[in-house]
């Protein structure tokens, strides 16, 4: 670790730990990790007014911009690296304020994360900030805001719910009600409160009556109920429900065999609380309740105009959205073909749906447009282009929407574009760009297709060094994204995670090094066989073999080293890092395991009845049984309040390791999180995991 420690500080400040003794690079890691991220773009309802928030080297600011002129303006001025998140921005419904989240949430323990270690203590919490400028006003404690038409912010702190105004300094109100209770959305008028309340084994929709103070429940049952939504009047309710099962059925995606989720939507009256079924799924497996749907930013139901419900699916092999009137009839959908809907919005009259979409571009995503009708979808940014585009949201005069947008050598901007297909659109002026960023000096990876072992068609992004000459036989690496359910593109990428992982790729390319960034198996983009493929994870660990394929893809490569091929990757990634050490050390020369996973069984969140029979496979596909053949060296990566993979899956591998004397290299991070919050933290990692490949895979003979 002083060697670690030494070429640190040396690549800081002059970066001269290089894998061939002569400096290959034109950039610093900083300089193309520290260009600002845009993300949780959303606009107001009653105005033509933008907000989202903006990373820049770990200051977390929220940025807006107001038409016709759309230029974008700072609104708070948080000016440290303190791991501060911001999040759930929300307008109030005259756009006269934005609410907001920040901090992160708590552990298992109930701690919040604190990576700066600050013995003060640090807390997540609701903040108001008025539209015009000014210092933002603590709400309270909290999370989850969501506001009314009144100026009332209910939201979420400790499992209960809490009313405040986001425009005055009163004293906020607990809502009592048992159970887990989330609010979720305020009705039209402002006066009633639609929210889930989860009892463990079920949950219920309920409605909270502002004026009235009155709790009440729509067709309480044993099953559970989720994602409620108002009519457009505010008359109606509708959500889904997932009948009970027995206590001791087996649950789980990484361990437990899949079995079908079926699921129904109910319409309500929200005078009577009376509620019925309007429609149900099939059995079969890829007519399960689409869980995916809610992390991509859409939501499983919206209620659009028209009286129609629009709730996404994967009935027919695809993520898409279909189209069900509310009083009965057949479902339509929206956005057919062999590619899948991730993110979508509706314009402000409801009519229309914005969505960005792999149709036609697999490894990339554009923005499409479809109304309520059924008619043929349009894209309305430029078909097959090099950008990389997300996040639409409609704004309040229907003509118009903004997005984010990047390609494969600049990190995404705000856009604003019309609403016609195959229309203009323009960034948002005045956004803050890092001044040394080296677009210029970055590759555009090329699409890279091949097969797995078993035949199945991968995909990855080849990162090939712009001063590579004939002849040259440079050490490569296969990146490993985390998820699983994520997707490597052609471009820089719409989470922060792997906006940062692309980053490093392009400064390992700098470095010399060939890089494929690898889409396995159980990843999302290709349809729902290959997301759910069978036997992956601690059921027998399939996607492994694409990782195999990857290494021998580069190996038939003229410009690789067949002889130094690395791996490296986080979470999921990491999990599968250290399972190709651990098998193939012959093929796999060196890795970089962030945060990985080392043994299911011990660190499944599945929580019951797992068979020992399941048990067993799930240890058998986990790295910890292939310590015996474990030459290769090996860099840990972790932060020690890691909430998605416990620290102890470090601690545990480490010590199998030592003991049959495989050289291992570990850096932790006391107090930070599974996606670390510190920008320099991010920074460390990545400088030591290419001060390890430099030591690790370097050498002057090509």
Same mark, same amino acid.
């Given at each position: 670790?002083?060697?670690?420690?030494?070429?640190?500080?040396?690549?800081?400040?002059?970066?001269?730990?290089?894998?061939?003794?002569?400096?290959?690079?034109?950039?610093? #890691?900083?300089?193309?990790?520290?260009?600002?991220?845009?993300?949780?773009?959303?606009?107001?309802?009653?105005?033509?007014?933008?907000?989202?928030?903006?990373?820049?080297?770990?200051?977390?600011?929220?940025?807006?911009?107001?038409?016709?002129?759309?230029?974008?303006?700072?609104?708070?001025?948080?000016?440290?690296?303190?791991?501060?998140?911001?999040?759930?921005?929300?307008?109030?419904?005259?756009?006269?304020?934005?609410?907001?989240?920040?901090?992160?949430?708590?552990?298992?323990?109930?701690?919040?994360?604190?990576?700066?270690?600050?013995?003060?203590?640090?807390?997540?919490?609701?903040?108001?900030?008025?539209?015009?400028?000014?210092?933002?006003?603590?709400?309270?404690?909290?999370?989850?805001?969501?506001?009314?038409?009144?100026?009332?912010?209910?939201?979420?702190?400790?499992?209960?719910?809490?009313?405040?105004?986001?425009?005055?300094?009163?004293?906020?109100?607990?809502?009592?009600?048992?159970?887990?209770?989330?609010?979720?959305?305020?009705?039209?008028?402002?006066?009633?409160?639609?929210?889930?309340?989860?009892?463990?084994?079920?949950?219920?929709?309920?409605?909270? =009556?502002?004026?009235?103070?009155?709790?009440?429940?729509?067709?309480?049952?044993?099953?559970?109920?989720? =994602?409620?939504?108002?009519?457009?009047? +505010?008359?109606?309710?509708?959500?889904?429900?997932?009948?009970?099962?027995?206590?001791?059925?087996?649950?789980?995606?990484?361990?437990?065999?899949?079995?079908?989720?079926?699921?129904?939507?109910?319409?309500?009256?929200?005078?009577?609380?009376?509620?019925?079924? &309007?429609?149900?799924?099939?059995?079969?497996?890829?007519?399960?309740?689409?869980?995916?749907?809610? %992390?991509?930013?859409?939501?499983?139901?919206?209620?659009?105009?028209?009286?129609?419900?629009?709730?996404?699916?994967?009935?027919?092999?695809?993520?898409?959205?279909?189209? &069900?009137?509310?009083?009965?009839?057949?479902?339509?959908?929206?956005?057919?073909?062999?590619?899948?809907?991730?993110?979508?919005?509706?314009?402000?009259?409801?009519?229309?749906?914005?969505?960005?979409?792999?149709?036609?571009?697999?490894?990339?995503?554009?923005?499409?447009?479809?109304?309520?009708?059924?008619?043929?979808?349009?894209?309305?940014?430029?078909?097959?282009?090099?950008?990389?585009?997300? $996040?639409?949201?409609?704004?309040? =005069?229907?003509?118009?929407?903004?997005? #984010?947008?990047?390609?494969?050598?600049?990190?995404?901007?705000?856009?604003?574009?019309?609403?016609?297909?195959?229309?203009?659109?323009?960034?948002?002026?005045?956004?803050?760009?890092?001044?040394?960023?080296?677009?210029?000096?970055?590759?555009?990876?090329?699409?890279?297709?091949?097969?797995?072992?078993?035949?199945?068609?991968?995909?990855?992004?080849?990162?090939?060094?712009?001063?590579?000459?004939?002849?040259?036989?440079?050490?490569?690496?296969?990146?490993?994204?985390?998820?699983?359910?994520?997707?490597?593109?052609?471009?820089?990428?719409?989470?922060?995670?792997?906006?940062?992982?692309?980053?490093?790729?392009?400064?390992?390319?700098?470095?010399?090094?060939?890089?494929?960034?690898?889409?396995?198996?159980? +990843?999302?983009?290709?349809?729902?066989?290959?997301?759910?493929?069978? +036997?992956?994870?601690?059921?027998?660990?399939? %996607?492994?073999?694409?990782?195999?394929?990857?290494?021998?893809?580069?190996?038939?490569?003229?410009?690789? $080293?067949?002889?130094? #091929?690395?791996?490296?990757?986080?979470?999921?990634?990491?999990?599968?890092?250290?399972?190709?050490?651990?098998?193939?050390?012959?093929?796999?020369?060196?890795?970089?395991?962030?945060?990985?996973?080392?043994?299911?069984?011990?660190?499944?969140?599945?929580?019951? $009845?797992?068979?020992? =029979?399941?048990?067993?496979?799930?240890?058998?596909?986990?790295?910890?049984?292939?310590?015996?053949?474990?030459?290769?060296?090996?860099?840990?990566?972790?932060?020690?309040?890691?909430?998605?993979?416990?620290?102890?899956?470090?601690?545990?591998?480490?010590?199998?390791?030592?003991?049959?004397?495989?050289?291992?290299?570990?850096?932790?991070?006391?107090?930070?999180?599974?996606?670390? &919050?510190?920008?320099?933290?991010?920074?460390?990692?990545?400088?030591?995991?290419? %001060?390890?490949?430099?030591?690790?895979?370097?050498?002057?003979?090509?």
């Amino acid at each position: 670790m002083n060697r670690i420690r030494w070429c640190l500080i040396a690549l800081v400040s002059a970066m001269v730990c290089v894998w061939d003794g002569k400096a290959q690079e034109s950039f610093t #890691i900083q300089q193309v990790l520290g260009a600002p991220f845009v993300s949780d773009l959303v606009g107001a309802k009653s105005a033509n007014r933008i907000a989202w928030t903006l990373n820049q080297e770990g200051r977390r600011n929220i940025y807006v911009a107001e038409g016709p002129n759309f230029a974008a303006r700072q609104l708070t001025s948080y000016s440290a690296d303190d791991g501060g998140e911001l999040s759930e921005l929300r307008f109030a419904v005259d756009g006269d304020a934005i609410v907001y989240v920040r901090g992160e949430g708590k552990d298992r323990e109930g701690d919040y994360a604190n990576p700066t270690s600050n013995p003060a203590g640090v807390e997540q919490g609701v903040w108001v900030v008025v539209f015009g400028g000014g210092a933002p006003r603590k709400v309270d404690a909290g999370n989850s805001p969501v506001v009314s038409a009144q100026g009332r912010v209910a939201y979420q702190r400790g499992g209960q719910m809490w009313l405040a105004s986001a425009r005055t300094d009163e004293k906020p109100k607990q809502i009592a009600v048992r159970g887990k209770n989330t609010p979720v959305e305020w009705s039209p008028d402002g006066g009633r409160l639609l929210f889930v309340s989860s009892r463990d084994d079920h949950s219920f929709i309920g409605i909270y =009556d502002l004026a009235a103070d009155t709790v009440k429940f729509f067709a309480p049952s044993v099953d559970s109920d989720s =994602d409620p939504v108002w009519s457009l009047d +505010g008359k109606r309710v509708a959500f889904t429900r997932q009948p009970a099962v027995p206590r001791d059925t087996p649950e789980g995606y990484f361990i437990q065999p899949d079995r079908p989720h079926p699921w129904t939507i109910w319409v309500g009256n929200a005078e009577a609380m009376t509620a019925k079924e &309007l429609w149900h799924s099939g059995a079969e497996p890829q007519d399960s309740y689409p869980y995916m749907a809610g %992390e991509t930013g859409g939501g499983v139901l919206n209620w659009a105009a028209e009286d129609r419900i629009v709730f996404a699916s994967d009935a027919d092999g695809w993520q898409h959205l279909y189209a &069900l009137p509310a009083d009965g009839g057949a479902a339509k959908l929206l956005t057919p073909g062999n590619c899948e809907a991730e993110q979508w919005s509706f314009s402000a009259d409801k009519k229309t749906i914005l969505f960005n979409s792999n149709c036609g571009d697999v490894d990339r995503r554009h923005i499409w447009r479809v109304n309520l009708g059924g008619a043929e979808p349009q894209e309305l940014t430029a078909s097959k282009t090099s950008a990389v585009e997300w $996040n639409p949201v409609g704004l309040s =005069d229907n003509s118009a929407y903004a997005y #984010i947008s990047s390609d494969a050598k600049e990190r995404g901007l705000v856009r604003v574009g019309g609403m016609a297909r195959g229309g203009t659109s323009t960034a948002v002026s005045g956004q803050p760009t890092l001044p040394n960023f080296p677009s210029a000096s970055l590759v555009t990876p090329k699409q890279a297709i091949f097969k797995s072992g078993d035949g199945l068609e991968l995909h990855g992004q080849l990162f090939v060094p712009s001063n590579l000459k004939a002849g040259d036989k440079r050490p490569a690496l296969i990146f490993l994204h985390g998820g699983p359910m994520r997707q490597m593109l052609l471009g820089w990428h719409y989470m922060y995670y792997y906006s940062n992982c692309y980053a490093m790729n392009q400064f390992l390319a700098s470095r010399g090094y060939v890089v494929l960034a690898l889409n396995y198996r159980s +990843g999302i983009g290709y349809g729902r066989a290959f997301r759910e493929a069978p +036997g992956r994870a601690g059921r027998g660990a399939t %996607e492994y073999q694409d990782v195999v394929a990857a290494g021998k893809y580069l190996q038939g490569l003229p410009e690789v $080293n067949p002889a130094r #091929i690395g791996l490296w990757g986080g979470s999921y990634g990491g999990y599968l890092t250290a399972l190709g050490l651990g098998r193939n050390s012959d093929l796999f020369a060196a890795g970089v395991d962030l945060h990985g996973v080392h043994d299911w069984p011990t660190d499944n969140w599945e929580g019951k $009845n797992i068979s020992p =029979d399941l048990v067993k496979l799930a240890h058998d596909s986990s790295p910890v049984t292939a310590v015996d053949t474990w030459k290769s060296p090996v860099l840990f990566i972790h932060g020690d309040d890691d909430r998605n993979v416990m620290f102890s899956q470090t601690v545990d591998l480490a010590a199998r390791l030592r003991a049959k004397n495989v050289e291992i290299e570990q850096l932790v991070f006391p107090d930070d999180v599974h996606d670390f &919050l510190l920008y320099r933290n991010w920074v460390a990692a990545y400088l030591a995991a290419t %001060e390890f490949f430099d030591r690790k895979l370097g050498s002057s003979k090509k």
